[in-house]
């Protein structure tokens, strides 16, 4: 399972890491991408819940706009 989510506040490839970090830390991600210019974090894992990512990205310090 893929999931687009795209996420405000990220500028630099400090935030890219804090981002990949807060997802990775929850079990069910496999493998998380960042695209800084769109905003935009694809992962992959099984079982995704849409509020475990928000959670995530609540807690890393940004702003989780859509799931697609």
């Not at 405000?8 to 069910?28: D, F, I, Q």
């Not at 960042?34 to 702003?63: C, F, M, P, W």
């Amino acid at each position: 399972m893929k999931k687009t989510l795209i996420v405000e506040g990220m500028s630099c490839s400090h935030c890219e890491n804090a981002v990949k970090n807060a997802l990775r830390e929850l079990p069910e991600v496999l493998d998380v991408e960042v695209d800084l210019a769109q905003n935009k974090v694809e992962v992959e894992g099984s079982d995704l819940e849409d509020s475990r990512l928000k959670e995530a990205i609540d807690e890393a310090g940004y702003e989780l706009v859509s799931i697609d």
